[in-house]
């Protein structure tokens, strides 16, 4: 019966993303390959973070939370935005379906190993995934961060019924019981508030099984992951192993089997706006531009750091907004950003509970052991130094320049935090620093990937026959680009 109640709650995000993502304005450009990956993903994402923020209204318009007032409401919005997804695209739904089962089952253009390859990494993803659904299922709420941060503002939420202000210990104390105290209680209110929401659908509350939105968060990456691959024009062995990548990353499975810290999400949500906002270069669609808004307005809601990972995803538009100076532009953006970071580091600022100093010590074998010699990460390092290394002449070039400036922006932030404030005494302990990596490793996975295509179809371009027979010569003329790179296959029947 409680797997029953969260599965048909927590279906009520999955179709309220993806109904809207559906029902936004689209180009027929917009129907690519990976498309029901990426609509349902994305709208997982989209779903969830929305669903939180009409809690926080019903909150804030002193509706006790209850599962009516949630769901009636909510469900009622998703009915009308399916009615209208259909009104704008009539007859594309059932098509688009049978294009993504065929493009899983028939898997074009794959044979031999790689066929096998194929189905083996679905076959261990479905394994995997399952005994994460175990794990998440059978295991009480893990300690430090999940007990002090996050799950403090859910029991008390659900028992009150609404949201009621957390306090530091000086301003607690003052308060003489008009507030409640936790580790941090400047953190946002998405998280907890998803689970109040399961805990709502079982009807009471259980430190286990409110953190069913984790593991539905990892499965909803995955479909980002290949989704957007797909849709950027990789191959679907390609964005296959991107999905696989990302869920096999041990750092992340303990994120999801220890559900109950907002990295994970955070990490989603991150990879989901980049994604968007590359979808959006690619073809200026309106529904990608909604998208990446969303997801980026989402990320400050998740957690604090979330503020500096949106402001991450900025280069990458200048460099496709303005592509013959956008390069440039950012360059400047960064030397600028880094004398006002000394200037402010002379006043000891503190933000965030980390005050930026200009004594520059970070333990930097100790970030070097844990990226390249720890099992938190595997080899992606590895792998993504190898593919910068091979793809470097396209590196800053139409196609890359966008992906790769944010991929830069997210290293230069990641440089600061441990080097030029006091979060560089966590280097050590290796926790906070794998935490924080974590954000940015799913958009790392996607930069290996993209990266390394782009080296091979250079490599396949400069050793192309160049007097190849009449017959092998294409029968119309190559998918249109610009200079913010490839538009997707513009046949609604690709869509998978």
């Known amino acids: 019966m409680d797997a029953a109640a969260l599965i048909v709650g927590n279906a009520l995000a999955w179709c309220l993303g993806s109904a809207l993502l559906l029902a936004m304005p689209r180009r027929s450009s917009d129907q690519t390959a990976g498309e029901v990956a990426w609509t349902a993903g994305a709208g997982y994402l989209v779903g969830a973070f929305l669903l ?13 939370f209850a599962l009516l007032p949630i769901v009636v409401p909510v469900a009622v919005l998703t009915l009308a935005l399916a009615w209208l ?7 594309r739904a059932m098509p688009a379906l049978r294009a993504a089962w065929r493009d899983l ?3 074009p253009g794959l044979d031999g190993a790689a066929r096998f390859a194929w189905w083996g990494a679905i076959a261990w993803l479905a394994l995997r995934f399952t005994l994460l659904a175990v794990e998440v299922g059978t295991r009480p709420l893990y300690p430090w961060d999940a007990w002090t941060q996050w799950a403090t503002k859910a029991r008390v939420w659900y028992e009150l019924g609404g949201i009621v202000p957390f306090a530091r210990v000086t301003a607690w104390l003052a308060a003489n019981g008009a507030a409640y105290f936790d580790a941090s209680p400047e953190y946002p209110p998405t998280m907890p508030l998803l689970q109040v929401y399961n805990s709502l659908l079982l009807g009471r509350w259980d430190d286990t099984l409110m953190n069913a939105s984790w593991w539905q968060t990892a499965l909803a990456l995955a479909f980002v992951m290949y989704g957007g691959l797909r849709s950027l024009r990789a191959p679907p062995l390609a964005a296959l192993a991107g999905a696989l990548l990302v869920s096999s990353l041990p750092l992340a499975n303990a994120h999801v089997a ?3 810290y907002a990295d994970l999400p955070l990490a989603a949500t991150y990879v989901a706006a980049a994604l968007a906002l590359l979808r959006w ?25 979330g503020w500096f990972w949106a402001a991450t995803l900025v280069p990458g538009f200048i460099v496709a907004r303005w592509p013959r100076h956008g390069v440039r532009i950012v360059v400047a953006g960064f030397a600028a950003a880094a004398i006002v970071l000394v200037a402010l580091a002379r006043f000891q600022l503190r933000l965030f509970n980390y005050e930026l100093k200009l004594t520059y010590a ?7 052991e844990s990226y390249f010699l720890l099992g938190n990460w595997h080899l992606l390092w590895y792998g993504a130094l190898g593919a910068a290394a091979l793809a470097w002449r396209s590196l800053f070039g139409p196609k890359l320049a966008p992906l790769t400036m944010i991929v830069v922006a997210g290293l230069m932030f990641l440089f600061v935090v441990f080097g030029f404030t006091t979060a560089s005494y966590y280097i050590t302990d290796q926790t906070t620093v794998n935490r924080a990596t974590l ?11 993209l990266a390394w295509q782009s080296c091979a179809s250079d490599w396949a ?9 009449l017959g092998d010569a294409p029968t119309s003329s190559p998918a249109p680009t610009d200079a913010s790179g490839p538009a997707p296959a513009a046949n609604p029947s690709a869509a998978g």
């Open 52 to 64: 939180t923020v009409w809690m926080r209204a019903l909150s804030l318009a002193g509706v006790k």
């Open 258 to 260: 220890l559900a109950g």
């Open 85 to 91: 997804a259909r009104r704008r695209a009539p007859g």
């Open 439 to 449: 954000h940015l490793a799913p958009l790392i996975v996607v930069f290996l990937i």
């Open 362 to 368: 970070p333990a930097w074998g100790d970030l070097a």
């Open 105 to 107: 089952v028939a898997t």
């Open 461 to 469: 371009a400069r050793h192309a026959r160049p007097n190849a027979p």
């Open 281 to 305: 270069i690619a073809v200026r669609s309106a529904r990608d531009a909604v998208t990446t808004l969303v997801l980026a307005v989402a990320l400050t809601q998740i957690k604090n750091p």
